[in-house]
């Protein structure tokens, strides 16, 4: 241990974002360091390796410029940590955690680690508090609850951030208890994206903390910025008693930053290139979520995750997939025919949704609506496959009925456009849907 | 153990890469457990060098500086085994999670020694064992109440003697039930290395079915006691409802559930609700008679790796007093990218998609520690693995799911489509079989009916002959096909929808094979009254009507 900053000139090597020092006393694993550039540039940068006195470090933002002799790294004897206060409520910064609202720095109250600590299995608390986000294709069928890490599976052109938006403006808690804290992650995003999603919440009345790192900025930011966002969330969750939704866009461009660092690094690539603690590294983000006993507060996440190809199997949306309770899955078919917003119903799914519906929590016919709608919807998309080979005229009546429901489900149950529905209007929707074509509700 | 090498008791850390640091510690065995760093982390010694030796840590290395010390506990990773597992839930290194939360608060934090057994509690002791018996390791030297069931106290792997005096009454577990004619003193836990399968006198071949209260896997895929089981699936196919559904209704003693990578909140709500539930087969609680060890996805990857050795050698310690124990791993597909990430930190040769070349040895060396054994005491006791496992985009040509096909004697392959269709369990009857299903027939035609293995070919041949249909059906309609093709589809959706299909959440969630043979001669019951209208020459939707009528 060393009770002061350290200075080196010593380095051997650089490669990309990757620095060899050598002679180093005792550095720690993590440590952050900051790299002084020959023209008086500093950098951020992290302890990656040790290996005797020689350190491999890892830099955050652009090495050009940076050179072998003149180039100083001082060590500062301390992990990454994130400063927190009440009064980060309300303010945007930049991946590396500097103000980008014009505004001064806050006083933190606290620092706590960046990566947090795993939640202990046995403290938390079960998901099983409703949240209303005004969608019936998410509330009626796909109900996301308090706690629970529910992605958007996206692909390109699909109107996510719409959706996301949409969420944002109306998610309510069931009993009325007050409203969402929202801390928002712009991972990667162009400008004509981040600037929408700002506009979304400076027109919200509820408090707000956003963490932008757009499409030109360091790669490596993209790593930090949705867990400088997870920090807060759980300060502010589990330290001040507030409910926080978070939602981090895009995953896919974090995925594809963690891949340029692990390449970069020489390690042994996995599938598709991305490195194989893909699986681990996404659950240090996402298992952040959740709610403890005997505490208010909670962490509920909402990330968007654009399919390379459309293709679910991709590993991003796959290992995602593996990690978080469920999925909302757009559909390129459904937004072509207008519909929005353009959730598909049958690969979408949420896994606490059967704790958090049903008497005194939504409504008591809940399951049985959203099982019967369900399996009508599945049936007459079923019987469109047999339509496309036999044609319409050749199907029996109570077939063609199916098909007519799919098609209604569709257009007035999972659309609605922007009209907000609560969840009464939702399942009382679902009925009459299910009434118009006389289908029985078992 | 004694250490019998001459090197420095502290050595100090020399390199660090993620989890993997290595050290300049002598004398150091492989596979030796060691405190790294000022703040005591768990480590493995898994690599010896001569100058230096490689070890993994199993909590996170953040903030680890080089030259900190690092000291060998002399014993390798091991757990402590006695009295008071039963309804306990633990991390991949057997630290008691409660305990944990009561003292750490919410989160973990690392470098924290707190032993998986309570040494303060009071066990009260009946001694079987008397003075001057010999004894040797595995023998039952007494036992112990532990909530339902008699917990032998079994004699540990260096207790041989001859018994001096065995005590009665009240015990904790650091106090001597009684002593060896030499002094030494007879304590009522031992430690065990999790790496190393425990003893037995000899193993027995798989014997009995498993009944799990799964219809699908009762009536056509059975698991005996003492195999092995996988089921794969990919994400959404209901890997884990099924895995909790099992470890809910198996006709077992005892459960071990390893929860190993996993998600937290699925390991909130399942003890919630197992201390809800009840056991169908003695009406006491669920947590009673279950074993938790949970590793969730965030926790440390190395620990994660060691999760399912802590937790089968505590398996195989419930076996060796005779008890049948289930084992149940979610997910070991988990497991092996655990291992996979260690052996890459050790900067292996890699083999097939990155993972070690020593996957398959390791893993069927893993498996091959179920089974029915008779204990070195005497007794029968079994350990069946059933372990879900997630190829990565659903794909089963993937390393994990085909070197575990090698070994396990059942295999449910859990299908993506049907899940969609919301079809619970999503097993698929085609795909999926049962090495144990002619030796476990034996039984059910006993224990249920003599007609078992008849209604389960004919509800084969149904959904065989569905397939087919369904392709001309495609093709020339439904209504294009005769009535008894009709018929047989119809017959077959009924087996689908009202058979193989069942639902988790409600009444139906259990179904004992008595209730599944008596659902599925119900549906031929059905069908050869069907059968009968239409050789009576009416035609099926006057049979329909007929019978709808009736």
Same mark, same amino acid.
């Given at each position: 241990?060393?009770?002061?900053?350290?200075?080196?000139?010593?380095i051997?090597?650089i490669?990309?974002p990757?620095?060899?020092l050598?002679?180093?006393?005792n550095?720690?694993?993590?440590?952050?360091?900051r790299?002084?550039?020959?023209?008086?540039?500093?950098?951020?940068?992290?302890?990656?390796e040790?290996?005797?006195?020689?350190?491999?470090i890892?830099?955050?933002?652009?090495?050009?410029?940076l050179?072998?002799?003149?180039?100083s790294?001082v060590?500062?004897d301390?992990?990454r940590?994130?400063?927190?206060?009440?009064?980060?409520?309300?303010?945007?910064f930049?991946?590396?955690?500097?103000?980008?609202?014009?505004?001064?720095?806050?006083?933190?109250?606290?620092?706590?680690?960046?990566t947090?600590a795993a939640?202990n299995p046995?403290?938390?608390a079960?998901?099983?508090?409703?949240?209303e986000t005004?969608?019936s294709?998410?509330?009626?069928l796909?109900?996301?609850?308090k706690g629970?890490?529910?992605?958007?599976?996206?692909?390109s052109?699909?109107?996510?951030?719409e959706?996301?938006?949409?969420?944002?403006?109306?998610?309510?808690?069931?009993a009325?208890?007050?409203?969402?804290i929202?801390v928002?992650a712009?991972l990667?995003?162009?400008?004509h994206e981040?600037s929408?999603?700002?506009?979304?919440?400076?027109?919200?009345?509820?408090?707000?903390?956003?963490?932008?790192?757009?499409?030109d900025e360091?790669v490596?930011?993209?790593?930090?910025?949705p867990?400088?966002?997870?920090?807060?969330?759980?300060?502010?969750?589990f330290?001040?008693?507030?409910?926080?939704?978070v939602?981090?866009t895009?995953?896919?461009?974090?995925?594809d930053?963690l891949?340029?660092?692990?390449?970069?690094r020489?390690e042994?690539?996995?599938?598709?290139g991305y490195?194989?603690y893909?699986?681990?590294?996404?659950?240090s983000l996402y298992?952040?979520?959740?709610?403890?006993?005997g505490?208010?507060g909670s962490?509920?996440?909402?990330p968007?995750v654009?399919?390379p190809?459309?293709?679910?199997?991709?590993p991003?949306p796959?290992?995602?997939?593996y990690?978080?309770?469920?999925?909302?899955v757009?559909?390129?078919?459904?937004?072509?025919?207008?519909?929005?917003p353009p959730?598909?119903v049958l690969p979408?799914?949420?896994?606490?949704?059967?704790?958090g519906?049903g008497k005194?929590?939504?409504?008591?016919d809940?399951r049985?609506?959203?099982?019967?709608?369900?399996?009508?919807?599945a049936r007459g998309?079923d019987?469109?496959?047999?339509?496309?080979?036999?044609?319409?005229?050749?199907?029996p009546?109570?077939?063609?009925k199916?098909?007519?429901?799919?098609?209604?489900?569709?257009?007035?149950?999972?659309g609605q456009?922007?009209a907000?529905r609560?969840?009464?209007e939702?399942?009382?929707?679902?009925i009459s849907?299910?009434?118009?074509f006389?289908?029985?509700?078992? | 153990?004694?250490r019998?090498?001459?090197?420095?008791?502290t050595g100090?850390i020399?390199?660090i890469s993620?989890?993997?640091?290595?050290?300049?510690?002598?004398?150091?065995?492989?596979?030796?457990?060691?405190y790294?760093?000022?703040?005591?982390?768990t480590?493995?010694v898994?690599?010896?060098d001569?100058?230096?030796?490689?070890i993994?840590?199993?909590?996170e290395?953040?903030?680890l500086?080089s030259?900190?010390?690092?000291?060998?506990?002399g014993h390798p990773?091991s757990v402590?085994l006695?009295p008071?597992?039963?309804s306990g839930?633990?991390?991949?290194?057997?630290?008691?999670?409660?305990?944990?939360?009561?003292?750490?608060g919410?989160?973990?934090?690392?470098?924290?020694?707190?032993y998986?057994?309570?040494y303060?509690?009071?066990?009260?002791?009946?001694?079987?064992?008397?003075?001057?018996?010999?004894?040797s390791p595995?023998d039952?030297l007494?036992?112990?109440?532990?909530?339902?069931f008699?917990?032998?106290i079994?004699?540990?792997p260096?207790?041989?003697?001859?018994?001096a005096?065995?005590?009665q009454?009240?015990?904790?577990?650091?106090e001597?039930l009684?002593e060896?004619?030499d002094?030494?003193?007879?304590v009522?836990?031992h430690e065990?290395?999790?790496r190393?399968?425990?003893?037995?006198?000899?193993?027995?071949?798989?014997?009995?079915?498993?009944?799990?209260g799964?219809?699908?896997?009762?009536f056509?895929?059975?698991i005996?006691?003492?195999?092995?089981?996988?089921f794969?699936?990919?994400?959404g196919t209901?890997?884990?409802i099924?895995?909790q559904?099992i470890?809910?209704?198996?006709?077992?003693?005892?459960?071990?559930?390893?929860?190993?990578?996993?998600?937290?909140?699925?390991?909130a709500?399942m003890?919630?609700?197992?201390e809800?539930?009840r056991?169908?087969?003695t009406?006491?609680?669920?947590?009673?008679?279950?074993?938790?060890?949970?590793?969730?996805?965030?926790?440390?990857?190395?620990?994660?790796?060691?999760?399912?050795y802590t937790?089968?050698t505590?398996?195989e310690y419930?076996r060796?007093?005779g008890?049948?124990?289930?084992?149940?791993?979610d997910?070991?597909s988990?497991?092996?990218?655990?291992?996979?990430?260690?052996?890459?930190?050790?900067?292996?040769?890699?083999?097939?998609?990155?993972?070690?070349?020593?996957?398959a040895?390791?893993?069927?060396?893993?498996?091959?520690?179920?089974?029915?054994?008779?204990t070195?005491g005497?007794?029968?006791?079994?350990?069946?693995?059933i372990?879900s496992?997630s190829?990565?985009?659903?794909d089963?040509t993937?390393p994990?799911?085909q070197?575990?096909?090698?070994?396990?004697?059942?295999?449910l392959?859990?299908?993506?489509?049907?899940?969609?269709r919301?079809?619970?369990?999503?097993?698929n009857?085609f795909?999926s079989?049962? *090495?144990?299903?002619? +030796?476990?027939?034996?039984y059910f035609?006993e &224990? @249920?009916?003599? #007609?078992?293995?008849?209604?389960?070919? %004919?509800?084969r041949?149904? *959904?065989?002959?569905e +397939?087919?249909?369904?392709?001309v059906s495609? &093709? @020339?309609g439904? #209504?294009?096909?005769?009535?008894s093709? %009709?018929?047989?589809?119809?017959?077959?959706?009924k087996?689908?929808?009202?058979f193989?299909?069942?639902?988790?959440?409600? #009444?139906?969630?259990?179904s004992p094979?008595?209730?599944?043979f008596?659902?599925?001669?119900?549906?031929?019951?059905?069908?050869?009254?069907?059968?009968?209208?239409?050789a009576?020459?009416l035609?099926?939707?006057?049979?329909?009507?007929?019978?709808g009528?009736a």
């Open positions: 241990m060393r009770l002061s900053e350290h200075v080196y000139r010593t051997s090597s490669a990309g990757l620095l060899f050598q002679k180093v006393f550095a720690q694993i993590g440590e952050v360091v790299v002084i550039s020959p023209d008086g540039r500093m950098l951020d940068a992290e302890v990656l040790i290996e005797g006195d020689t350190v491999l890892e830099v955050f933002g652009e090495t050009r410029g050179d072998i002799g003149r180039t790294v060590f500062t301390s992990v940590k994130v400063p927190l206060s009440p009064d980060i409520v309300g303010r945007i930049n991946g590396s955690f500097s103000p980008a609202d014009g505004m001064p720095m806050f006083i933190p109250e606290k620092w706590s680690a960046i947090g939640m046995a403290a938390r079960r998901p099983e508090e409703f949240i005004g969608f294709v998410i509330d009626g796909n109900t996301l609850v629970q890490k529910l992605p958007v599976f996206s692909s052109g699909l109107p996510s951030k959706l996301v938006s949409g969420v944002l403006r109306n998610a309510r808690l069931s009325g208890r007050g409203s969402f929202v928002f712009a990667g995003l162009t400008f981040y929408y999603y700002m506009r979304v919440l400076e027109e919200m009345k509820t408090g707000f903390v956003a963490f932008i790192n757009s499409a360091p490596m930011e993209r790593l930090l910025a867990r400088f966002a997870l920090t807060t969330a759980e300060y502010l969750a330290e001040k008693g507030m409910d926080v939704l939602i981090i895009d995953m896919t461009n974090y995925c930053a891949r340029e660092i692990s390449t970069a020489e042994l690539p996995g599938r598709r490195p194989g893909m699986y681990s590294d996404l659950a298992e952040r979520a959740g709610r403890v006993k505490l208010p962490v509920t996440m909402l968007v654009t399919m190809e459309d293709d679910i199997t991709h991003i796959d290992l995602t997939g990690i978080t309770e469920g999925q909302i757009l559909s390129r078919e459904l937004h072509r025919l207008n519909i929005f959730v598909d979408s799914l949420s896994r606490l949704m059967q704790k519906i005194d929590r939504t409504r008591e809940h049985k609506i959203s099982n019967n709608l369900y399996k009508y919807y998309r019987l469109r496959r047999l339509e496309a080979i036999v044609g319409r005229d050749g199907m009546q109570k077939d063609i199916m098909l007519d429901f799919a098609d209604c489900f569709e257009q007035e149950f999972v456009r922007g907000r609560t969840i009464a939702t399942l009382d929707k679902g849907l299910m009434r118009q006389s289908l029985e509700i078992q | 153990m004694m019998t090498g001459t090197g420095p008791i100090k020399l390199s993620g989890p993997t640091v290595s050290t300049d510690l002598k004398g150091l065995r492989l596979y030796e457990r060691v790294v760093g000022y703040a005591m982390l480590g493995e898994v690599r010896l001569h100058d230096r030796a490689v993994q840590v199993y909590e290395t953040r903030g500086a030259g900190e010390p690092v000291k060998g506990a990773l402590r006695g008071g597992l039963l839930m633990f991390d991949g290194l057997q630290r008691p999670l409660r305990r944990l939360r009561e003292e750490m919410p989160f973990i934090t690392g470098g924290r020694e707190i998986g057994l309570d303060q509690k009071k066990w009260q002791f009946s001694p079987i064992s008397k003075e001057q018996d010999v004894t595995g039952n007494g036992s112990v109440k532990e909530g339902a008699s917990h032998y079994i004699a540990g260096d207790d041989r003697g001859r018994i005096k065995i005590r009454g009240d015990f904790s577990l650091d001597a009684g060896y004619d002094g030494r003193m007879i009522g836990c065990w290395p999790v190393s399968p425990r003893p037995y006198r000899k193993k027995l071949p798989p014997s009995g079915p498993l009944v799990t799964q219809r699908s896997i009762d056509l895929f059975p005996a006691k003492g195999g092995t089981a996988i794969p699936g990919g994400f209901g890997k884990t099924l895995e559904s470890a809910k209704f198996a006709d077992v003693d005892l459960v071990v559930y390893v929860g190993c990578g996993e998600r937290g909140n699925e390991m709500e003890i919630e609700e197992f809800d539930l056991d169908p087969w009406g006491r609680q669920l947590m009673e008679r279950t074993i938790l060890v949970v590793n969730t996805s965030n926790m440390p990857v190395a620990a994660r790796e060691a999760s399912i937790a089968v505590m398996a419930y060796d007093m008890y049948h124990v289930l084992f149940l791993a997910s070991l988990r497991w092996a990218e655990a291992l996979r990430e260690i052996s890459s930190s050790l900067e292996e040769m890699p083999g097939e998609e990155g993972y070690p070349t020593y996957l040895s390791r893993l069927s060396g893993f498996l091959e520690r179920a089974g029915v054994v008779e070195l005497g007794r029968t006791g079994s350990l069946t693995m372990l496992v190829p990565p985009g659903g089963f993937e994990v799911t070197a575990c096909l090698r070994t396990t004697g059942t295999f392959m859990l299908d993506t489509a049907l899940a969609h919301r079809h619970y369990p999503a097993i009857w795909q079989y049962s *090495l144990y299903a002619t +030796e476990l027939a034996g035609r &224990i @249920v009916s003599p #007609e078992w293995e008849t209604q389960q070919q %004919r509800c041949e149904v *959904l065989q002959k +397939e087919t249909l369904r392709e495609e &093709i @020339v439904a #209504e294009g096909l005769q009535d093709d %009709r018929l047989l589809m119809l017959i077959a959706d087996i689908r929808t009202e193989l299909s069942q639902n988790a959440y409600g #009444e139906d969630a259990f094979p008595e209730k599944t008596a659902s599925i001669s119900g549906i031929f019951a059905y069908y050869d009254r069907m059968l009968g209208k239409i009576q020459g035609s099926l939707d006057e049979a329909l009507t007929q019978e009528g």
